[in-house]
């Protein structure tokens, strides 16, 4: 554990008065951070595309 985890180990979630309940500017930002990539990553999750997985196709050759 680096000293940047250990700095922010004890930070809730991010909610608007955070600022109210003594939290750092730092911290909240994290906060904000961590927020903001959980819920990118859940948008994510929820609109995968399927893989394509299989190709067709089809050629023609004519010889004279």
């Known amino acids: 554990m680096n ?3 250990q700095y922010f180990k004890g ?3 991010y ?3 955070m600022y109210l309940d003594g939290y750092t500017p730092q911290q909240i930002m994290y906060a904000v951070r961590n927020k903001m ?3 990118y990553k859940k948008r994510k ?3 995968v595309e399927p ?3 299989e190709f067709k196709i089809t050629s023609e050759v004519k010889v004279k």
Do not use: G, K, L, N
């Open 37 to 39: 990539i959980r819920e």
């Open 51 to 53: 893989e394509i997985t």
């Open 45 to 47: 999750m929820a609109t």
């Open 11 to 13: 930070v809730p979630d």
């Open 3 to 5: 000293i940047q985890e």
């Open 15 to 17: 909610y608007p008065s």
